[in-house]
């Protein structure tokens, strides 16, 4: 013989799938907790990459200003923008942080996409939540019906 409690579990279980959806709430929660640490990883190492580039770029302007120290400083200007873009080094160092830009923002992305399942799942368990308690209600109801003393009439005189 199966009681009500066993019958109402088995009915959460098996029909409503509560379990399964706090689970996959769990899953997407724990994704997200990786991504938002990916993305933070990923800033630090943009910030280290900039820190650099922005060192070799100085290092670099430095060298041409001591070796071309006769020109003005307007021609100079000119020729330093033209050497920034035509060096090797500085131009592959730029390749390096476009690629970590697109690649931040490809992991933020992901975080704004897992940020929606969470609230999807988060939003499935109240809906269940709020589905169980009105069982829940309903049964209350039914059952203190059922023990109810019955009305008598109104007394006449």
Do not use: C
Request: net charge neutral; charged share 25%; proline share 3%.
């Amino acid at each position: 013989m199966t009681t009500g409690g066993a019958k109402a579990l088995r009915y959460a279980e098996d029909s409503l799938g509560v379990h399964k959806v706090y689970e996959e709430a769990q899953v997407a929660a724990a994704r997200l907790a990786e991504a938002r640490e990916a993305v933070v990883k990923a800033r630090h190492e943009k910030q280290k990459a900039e820190g650099e580039y922005t060192d070799a770029e100085y290092e670099f302007v430095t060298a041409q200003r001591s070796q071309l120290g006769e020109m003005s400083q307007t021609a100079f200007d000119k020729a330093i923008k033209v050497a920034i873009n035509k060096e090797p080094g500085l131009r592959a160092m730029r390749g390096d942080l476009a690629q970590r830009s697109t690649n931040l923002e490809f992991l933020e992305a992901s975080v704004s996409r897992l940020r929606v399942d969470v609230e999807i799942a988060t939003s499935r368990m109240n809906q269940l939540g709020g589905y169980l308690a009105y069982l829940a209600a309903v049964k209350t109801a039914e059952t203190a019906a059922k023990y109810q003393l019955p009305t008598w009439p109104p007394a006449t005189a």
